[in-house]
């Protein structure tokens, strides 16, 4: 039997959807089917606010800006009255020295303005936090492209200059629109990455028509995946509705752990796909398209049950995005699963 509180939290988020599902910067793979615990979906006992818990899988000390916009944003404050919302640290991943680190550290320390370069390519805070490492900021030093506003933040409070920042913060959008440092010639590429990073940049600068680009990719640092706790997997499994991805890395790593857990580790891929909660009972929330299209490929999520921003991929866009799942999952709920 359905409450009055449960029925007008339905109506103050039905009232929510009509503003965001017109945001520009919102889009949605929407999931099909998701088993959720008892305890973690439906009203409170005690307080009788549905409650939403928010698993953030990013490595330990990436979370603060994240969990601060989640609290402040003012979708929070609207349905304070229905709507409770658990935000549980859960981090799946940790950053590791990459195979190419000393080499990069070489290159550095033989020719500090890196003056055979035209660019430095900088795709992650991670990777701005590595070259700060190793580079000291200088007026010598080649232009800087960063892929987002967060990269760019990173690299501007290590007093670096970023000469180029893309329309759309990805590997994708930067490789198409970063502009040639040389009317003529070639550009000459410095991309330190992460040795999980696709070769997405790559690939797309030695292709483009209108300038000549040469890319030195450096394997800086590596992602590594985290062993949860028995007790970390029990409550992700049982009491977790929404998990946040900040990279496809993160991905890989939460769904190693479900298939630890669920001891389905020696199965094929198909085969995996098959076994009820597979991705751990949860939907899930993604920072952009890459990593919203690393969940879809997996096969372990209906379309349906994946969000992310489509426009406007970072902070802001990933937490409204976190706020019409959450939404999505509490209408879920009210009429008893499905869609």
């Given at each position: 039997?359905?409450?009055?509180?449960?029925?007008?939290?339905?109506?103050?988020?039905?009232?929510?959807?009509?503003?965001?599902?017109?945001?520009?910067?919102?889009?949605?793979?929407?999931?099909?089917?998701?088993?959720?615990?008892?305890?973690?979906?439906?009203?409170?006992?005690?307080?009788?606010?549905f409650t939403v818990n928010i698993a953030l899988t990013r490595e330990i000390g990436k979370n603060g800006k994240l969990i601060?916009?989640?609290?402040?944003?003012?979708?929070?404050?609207?349905?304070?009255?229905s709507m409770k919302v658990n935000i549980i640290e859960m981090p799946t991943i940790e950053h590791a020295d990459g195979p190419d680190l000393e080499d990069f550290k070489t290159l550095a320390s033989e020719d500090a303005s890196l003056s055979e370069f035209d660019y430095v390519v900088i795709t992650s805070p991670e990777s701005a936090k590595v070259f700060s490492s190793c580079v000291k900021p200088s007026s010598d030093l080649p232009k800087i492209a960063a892929v987002g506003k967060a990269t760019k933040k990173a690299l501007l409070d290590e007093g670096y200059t970023v000469d180029f920042v893309p329309s759309k913060a990805n590997g994708e959008t930067l490789a198409e629109e970063l502009p040639p440092a040389k009317d003529m010639g070639l550009n000459n590429v410095l991309y330190p990455a992460s040795a999980k990073a696709a070769e997405t940049i790559q690939d797309i600068l030695g292709k483009r028509k209108d300038a000549s680009f040469r890319v030195q990719r450096l394997n800086t640092y590596d992602t590594v995946s985290v062993t949860l706790t028995e007790d970390q997997i029990a409550l992700a499994r049982n009491d977790v509705q929404i998990a946040c991805f900040g990279s496809p890395t993160a991905v890989d790593a939460w769904l190693e752990n479900m298939d630890k857990a669920l001891g389905i580790t020696d199965l094929s891929d198909e085969e995996k796909q098959k076994v009820a909660g597979?991705?751990?009972?949860?939907?899930?929330?993604?920072?952009?398209?890459?990593?919203?299209?690393?969940?879809?490929?997996?096969?372990?999520?209906?379309?349906?049950?994946?969000?992310?921003?489509?426009?406007?991929?970072?902070?802001?866009?990933?937490?409204?995005?976190?706020y019409m799942a959450a939404g999505d999952v509490m209408e879920r709920d009210f009429w008893g699963g499905g869609w």
């Open positions: 039997m359905k409450t009055a509180k449960m029925s007008s939290m339905i109506l103050a988020w039905k009232a929510l959807t009509l503003t965001l599902a017109f945001s520009p910067c919102l889009s949605t793979l929407r999931l099909k089917t998701s088993q959720t615990s008892s305890i973690a979906l439906g009203a409170n006992a005690e307080t009788d606010l601060e916009t989640i609290e402040g944003h003012p979708t929070r404050k609207m349905l304070e009255n597979s991705n751990g009972n949860s939907v899930a929330v993604c920072i952009g398209t890459t990593t919203a299209n690393k969940c879809l490929a997996s096969g372990r999520w209906e379309s349906n049950d994946i969000y992310y921003p489509a426009v406007d991929p970072g902070m802001t866009g990933w937490v409204e995005s976190c």
